[in-house]
């Protein structure tokens, strides 16, 4: 069983409702869950949808066939009709559509007259359109019904009751109606408890459980999403959040806070981490532990805020004058975004360095299901020097010349000990030099000692499907999902794996372990990736020196959906290699 | 060991007689009479003449980029409100490339206390035209003279109810002591816009040129009145006012904040076992 759900509508409709409440309830009755969404920069109007695809086997993508269409509008059903599947059905209120259909595959729901029957406001139409979906699929109420109660609580039991009718008189409108419904949804015993998470709250959970202290940013979509989970939790964890006046402010304060001894962090997307780049070279100079999160949409400039891209690859990499080091992180799924998110607090503090997240809308607002994670795998350990030990200490210099290049990092304050630095060159104890020597000698602690032990830190990329494939599709960060399915789907009929990177900078050192093995053996190397110009491409043959045989790129500010890639993919193996 | 000697810092590189040497040396002696330890306070400044000036004192320092001075101040003060703050920028550093912040931390009303060096001149990369030089100036890069109008960084701070605003001068070091010491003393954000001749560049606004101007507010001067403190904000020119010139007292942003009030975040352990909770939230 495997059905894909999409709603789509004007912004301000309230997709975001009715995507939500399906969501929690496929979860609850123990199917796995994946949704994505596609949204418009307006805040009414226009043509949005929320897509969730159930199933009760692990998926990971979104597909492009659409079994039941919910269209609060008539645009929807001439947008996405053509990708109903075969017994797939539309379900919409003709009185708001102006229009009736006579096709089988309409069901024809007056959401808004049942609404405001049963809840005396045609407001609850959603209420009833979701009660519509679950009576065309022939599942039960039980959950529905509990997460109306939860959702509905705080407005009272009047608001709950209201709510609770309103949706059983969609939910048996539909089971009487819908006679060309032939949806089966088996029963299911919840396997586990499944959490349900999604790219950005997985990288504000992360920053939480990293004993992140301070957050400060600028809103900027598909960012927001982090700062708002942050600063939900603020009050209860101990945390200062505060909105900057622009980008330039914000990784400048994060960069104080974590100089006066907390553990800091900032967020944006391309555009306003342009804006943190002086930022950037200066944690570098100052050694200034500092987390970035970058959330890609589609540039140039302002380009499509709203929608996804993977464009910013090479840009946050080589961005930043001057030379110094730094990790970059492309998560591909919530559960990575979470452990990596972890791992950027402790690289950034061990080695006093900026650590930056790439991420992208396409992950930054899919959900998925997930087993809970695992808190044991959690690294925690405070590399700052504070309190008795930093009293105890005779001679502090911030910027101590040591064999690893790593300087005691101490808390201004705790002790008579002064902590100083400068965005200028300095020596040792952080005054501003000019001397060629003390240059070279800080260049070489910041960069060669620093960036050889950082690079054994850096994890391989993770292969999936045949040991020996003839076919590798090579990919990095939010691909992650729908090229794992991919394999999935073709692993019967060819040789073929996927090569997804979650963590490139420092590039994974192949002498530790020998990934191009595997690369150079197989037939045929596609790179996939959602950008124009293949970056991660142009990375691997500038890390090393292998050059991928084809590529498939998407830069239409749209993610990968199952069944396009594997067409793609497809007409890509069916080819011979010359 | 006497106060002063506990806040001797590097020889200073700055052209002999500039004004900044009184600027130091006063900030010094305002140290040692409010008995601040160095471990007990933060400079924060940007890049410019005025910026290199923690490295000639002791105390911990971001010697930050230049604009930058105020959000990296504000960082520090947000999760460490026991550290003393002061901002240390020049007129181009904070009223040009750091103009945005500044207009904000007014907003916020952080304890911080910002010394901005104003010499009405850019000083380090050489004679440009400031947001504060006058428009007869003439340099390199302004041919045909100064085109835009002066800022007055003090209407600005009274337009926006800064907590503190106050101007001083670096040729009297007497007075500028006071101000010093109740900018660092008052609790909120205190602009103290420090006039400060610059002899290598500013041919204009020289020691002498000051010196015929500048008066102090007589005693009894209300400097709780917003609406005279605006007007002698105003003034400029023939006469040019130093002293308190706006203040009020008002909440700061770290006494908003309501996690500060369990103590500075640098000191509340983080404790992972709290937050455990939070996945389990995540279960539909
Ligand atoms: C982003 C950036 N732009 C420009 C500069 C070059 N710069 C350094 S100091 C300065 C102006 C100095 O003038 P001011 O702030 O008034 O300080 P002063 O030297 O007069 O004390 C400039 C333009 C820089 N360091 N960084
Ligand atoms: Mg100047």
Redesign the interface.
Known sequence: MDYTIKIGGEAGQGLQTIGGIL???F??HGFFLFSHQEYMSRIRGGHNFYQLRFSDSPIMCSKAEVDILVALNLETIELHKAKLSRYGMVVYDSKVTKKRFHSEEFLDVPFKEIALREGGTPLMENTVATGAVLGMLGMDMRSYEE?LKEVFKKKGDEIVSKNLSAAKAGYEYAVTNCLKCRFTVPRREPPS?????NGN?AIG?GA??S?C??Y?AYPMTPSTGIMNYIAS???E????V?Q???E???I???????????R?MTGSSGGGFALMV??LS?GAI?ETPIVIAEVQRPGPATGLPTRTEQADLLFVLYTGHGEFPRVVFVPGTPEQAFYLTNKAFNLAEKYQIPAILLSDQYLADSQWTMM??D?ER?K?K?YRL?GKRLKNVDIYKRHLFTDNGVSPLA??????????????EHDEE???IEDAETRAKMVNKRIFKKLALIREEISPPTVYGDKTPETVLICWGSTYGVVKEVVDELSAEQSIAMMHFSEVYPFPDTAANDYLQILKKAKRTICIENNATGQFAYLLKAETGFIPSDKINRYDGRPFVLEELLEAVKSRTAQEVT | MTELDEYRG?KPAWCPGCGNFAILKTLKETLGEIQL????L?I?SG?GQAG?L??YL????????HG?A???????R???P??VVIAVTGDGDCYGEGG??L??AIRRNVNISLFVHNNQIYGLTKGQASPTSVESLTTKTQPFGVLSEPLNPIALAIALDCSFVARGYAGDTEYLKYLMKEAVLHKGFALLDILQPCITFNKINTYQWYSERIYRLEEGYNPSDRINAFQIALQWGDKIPTGIIYKRDKPTMEEK????T?GP??R?P?R?D???R???N???
């Open positions: 969501a929690k309830v979860v609850k997460t408890r499944m959490i349900l998470i709250e959970l939480l459980f004993g202290r301070f400060s939790r603020a009050a964890y101990g945390i200062v505060e900057a006046e622009d330039i402010s914000a400048n304060m994060a960069l104080g806070a974590s100089f006066a001894g907390v800091a002086e930022g200066l100052t809970p994670f808190t959690l925690y405070d504070r808390v201004p304050g705790d002790s008579e000990h002064l902590v100083v630095t400068d965005s200028d952080g005054h501003m | 590097r330890r160095p471990h007990q933060t924060v890049i290199k923690p490295h002791r105390c911990n320092t971001f010697n930050g980029l930058r105020l959000p990296v101040a504000t960082g520090i947000l999760v460490n026991e550290m945005n912040h207009i904000h904040i309501p996690v500060l369990e975040l640098v509340q983080f992972m709290k937050i455990v939070e996945i389990e995540l279960i539909p």
